[in-house]
């Protein structure tokens, strides 16, 4: 058998080598940030820098998220009563689910406790666990608010004309549309084409209140 063909068999390629290693470092870094996310919600200690002011964007998966906790906790006493007899597997379904709640509880509390901020250095536009972008006053030409509604599993980043856009949707939908002065280098989780580096013109993004963080824009920019 060639080494090409070798390749082919054991799935040895450098891009597939490439992609199980993000895979592992994103999720080493969720499952720390569900904790760091709990601690946060905990002592009531949202990441928003002081001067800055956070704003939420959670409304429309908020109550999903709920639904699947109290779920959660239902199932795992139903689950323990079920499988009492058997000590192994009993251990096995009561610790995957405390960890499936846990996992739940911390990704709620991220989207409670790393709002998008809105301060004297710029912008950050957020969305749950990972994503995270820092924008600089001096890149962002204009912000308003616009609603855009897409098809399920629509890309993240596509050509809207002779824009190129990048898509933070909450349940399918945006409201924030942050035009950049230039092409503005964009990192998001992950590979391509859903993730890594892309050079984008727009920025679309949900905010429960928009209004609002349009108030503080024109504020913060004088």
């Known amino acids: 058998m060639t080494d090409v063909a070798l390749d082919r068999v054991v799935g040895g390629s450098p891009h597939f080598w490439a992609r199980v290693w993000s895979f592992a470092k994103r999720a080493l870094w969720v499952e720390l940030r569900i904790y760091e996310s709990l601690w946060r919600c905990i002592v009531r200690r949202p990441a928003v820098p ?3 002011m956070g704003f939420g964007y959670v409304r429309p998966v908020r109550m999903i998220l709920i639904v699947f906790i109290v779920l959660s906790v239902v199932e795992i006493p139903i689950l323990d009563l079920i499988v009492h007899r058997w000590l192994p597997i009993r251990i096995a379904f009561l610790a995957l689910g405390i960890w499936g709640l846990t996992w739940m509880l911390g990704l709620l509390s991220a989207y409670l406790t790393r709002p998008h901020v809105v301060g004297p250095a710029g912008m950050r536009v957020r969305d749950g666990l990972e994503i995270d972008l820092p924008l600089p006053w001096d890149v962002i030409a204009s ?4 609603a855009h509604r ?3 599993k629509s890309p993240r980043f596509f050509d809207d004309g002779e824009d190129r856009v990048c898509a933070l949707r909450i349940a399918d939908a945006t409201n924030v549309e942050i035009r950049f002065e230039a092409a503005t ?3 998001l989780p992950g590979l391509p084409p859903r993730g890594g580096v892309h050079e ?3 920025l679309r993004f949900w905010a429960d209140e928009p209004e609002s963080l349009l108030a503080e824009v024109r504020t913060q920019i004088g």
Do not use: F, H, K, N
């Open 185 to 187: 280098p964009l990192r």
């Open 200 to 202: 984008c013109t727009v």
């Open 150 to 152: 897409s098809m399920e």
């Open 143 to 146: 912000v308003r608010a616009i």
């Open 50 to 52: 002081s001067g800055a």
